[in-house]
């Protein structure tokens, strides 16, 4: 959505910054120069995946803030002349005045299970969406359950949006390669570093992809410690040598940022 707001701002003519914590990623001081927060700059630290995939994205026609102090950061861009700004999961940053709180809620698992952190995955009660100027419902094009509940506490207009496979990439010496056919590997193996897991198979599946198993086909341990992941392919009997991995664009930029040591992948390795 983050990527989608500014591509939209930007086909306006404004001028964007996006402004992110950089999960797990080393900050960006903005203020250290007028070259600091470009995707260039970008590309050579080690900035969380989310970051990385932002920039790839979008190149130099935004500029980052990233950091805890979205304060400090939003104020070094402004200074630069920016002037339209885009919170990456911003919606418990209470140090910044907001023109539009815009809630995202997945219908695949809306509202945590109804529990807050950490019995459940809520950060806050539901009664938080009373501040929402805008709900979008992902993940489907009508749930009329998730509606009712969100009436109950917000009187915000709702939308409904839908991931797509935008393509299909290879990646070679760490760095996305051109896009390939869905036919260029017979059977998959899918891992994502994404919330929800099961969503991005949906994708896939619907796109029309065929899926040999999900990540519970592999051995996949994400290093917290290092930011990084590490899988390891079981034994070439336990799948058919046909199926290749796949991976979302996000665990593919942590896949890039991982230490040499660490990259123990054995087969070929597509994006999405």
């Avoid at 080690?46 to 950061?73: I, K, P, T």
């Avoid at 899926?211 to 994400?222: E, H, K, M, N, R």
Wanted: aromatic content about 6%.
């Amino acid at each position: 959505m983050v990527l989608w707001i500014a591509q939209k701002l930007l086909a306006e003519g404004k001028s964007v910054g996006i402004l992110t914590r950089g999960y797990r990623g080393q900050p960006i001081p903005v203020s250290a120069g007028d070259e600091i927060g470009t995707a260039e700059e970008i590309k050579i630290t080690n900035s969380s995946d989310e970051v990385q995939m932002l920039a790839a994205r979008l190149g130099d026609r935004v500029r980052f803030g990233v950091g805890a102090n979205r304060f400090e950061n939003g104020s070094q861009l402004a200074a630069q002349g920016v002037n339209w700004f885009v919170l990456d999961d911003g919606f418990q940053h209470w140090h910044l005045e907001r023109n539009v709180d815009l809630v995202l809620i997945d219908a695949m698992t809306p509202f945590g299970g109804g529990q807050l952190l950490p019995a459940g995955r809520l950060r806050e009660p539901l009664t938080a969406l009373a501040r929402a100027d805008i709900v979008v419902i992902t993940r489907t094009e009508s749930s009329p359950g998730v509606e009712t509940t969100i009436r109950q506490y917000s009187s915000a207009p709702i939308f409904y949006a839908q991931p797509q496979l935008d393509s299909i990439r290879k990646i070679e010496a760490g760095r996305l390669a051109g896009p390939v056919s869905s036919g260029a590997a017979d059977r998959l193996f899918v891992f994502c570093a994404i919330g929800n897991p099961n969503g991005f198979i949906q994708t896939l599946s619907q796109s029309g992809v065929t899926i040999s198993g999900p990540a519970s086909g592999w051995l996949v341990s994400w290093v917290l410690a290092s930011g990084g992941a590490v899988a390891t392919l079981p034994p070439q009997a336990d799948h058919p040598s046909s199926a290749e991995p796949r991976t979302s664009e996000r665990a593919s930029g942590a896949r890039r940022s991982m230490p040499p040591s660490r990259k123990r992948f054995d087969e070929s390795i597509l994006a999405c």
